[in-house]
């Protein structure tokens, strides 16, 4: 079993929609959790990062965190085709700059 | 703002061959890491360095080294290169003390054995 699970998808919506993207971990060491958005053959864009549990709201991106859970979401309202992409989660430790472990990815599309 | 930066953008080898992969971090962070992206895959980290020491491994073959440069700047070192290293190469470096844990990624090196 991965650290991370993701539901790969893919996620069709259309433009305008409220997305929901969700991964849950099983290593309780993890504080630091991010959602990085990956276009075709680009590098991974940093979107969001939460320590520990909690909300934290960018426009309209909002990522949520529960520990209790370890479970963690991302939020796209107002969808809109250019959001089209892979959104990676990924989560590290405490200790120093710990390597990423990312979640396999979910493939959206949004369309006009 | 400035960002990382990698080269070559894409290579071409054949299989035994080497190859070597460059990264310029984004300017003030410490800390390199490299990260490989098989297709359809998530990136799987191989190793980082932090102010030119090592700092953590992660799944790099025996065939693969790296280093960090007084000036940042790391290399990632490929030798007898195998068809299933094709793959994504991306760089990624943050600043250590920094409150959060942000890699910010490069456009990475898209490395094809053939």
């Known amino acids: 079993q991965k650290e991370v699970e993701q539901d790969p998808g893919p996620l069709s919506v259309p433009e305008g929609a409220i997305v929901s993207l969700n991964c849950t971990y099983s290593?309780?060491?993890?504080?630091?959790f991010m959602w990085y958005r990956q276009y075709s053959r680009k590098g991974p864009e940093l979107l969001m990062y939460?320590?520990?549990?909690g909300n934290k709201e960018d426009g309209r991106f909002t990522a949520q965190v529960d520990k209790s859970s370890k479970y963690i979401s991302l939020f796209i309202r107002d969808s809109q085709p250019s959001d089209s992409a892979t959104y990676l989660c990924?989560?590290?430790?405490?200790?120093?700059?710990?390597?990423?472990?990312f979640g396999k990815g979910t493939r959206l599309s949004v369309i006009a | 703002a400035a960002g990382v930066i990698q080269s070559p953008r894409h290579l071409i080898k054949e299989k035994r061959e080497t190859a070597t992969l460059k990264c310029y971090p984004i300017?003030?962070?410490?800390?390199v890491y490299w990260y490989q992206q098989g297709p359809g895959q998530d990136p799987q980290f191989l190793i980082s360095?932090?102010?030119?020491?090592?700092?953590d491994k992660g799944s790099i073959p025996d065939r693969f080294s790296a280093q960090q440069f007084s000036d940042y700047h790391s290399e990632l070192n490929m030798s007898s290169l195998e068809l299933g290293d094709s793959a994504l190469y991306f760089c990624?470096?943050?600043?250590?003390?920094?409150?959060?844990?942000?890699?910010?990624f490069g456009p990475g090196t898209r490395l094809t054995v053939t």
């Open positions: 990624a470096s943050s600043l250590r003390g920094q409150v959060g844990r942000e890699q910010y």
């Open positions: 290593n309780s060491a993890f504080q630091y």
């Open positions: 939460t320590y520990s549990s």
């Open positions: 990924a989560m590290s430790g405490n200790s120093g700059n710990t390597p990423l472990v």
């Open positions: 300017p003030r962070h410490d800390t």
């Open positions: 360095f932090y102010e030119k020491m090592q700092s």
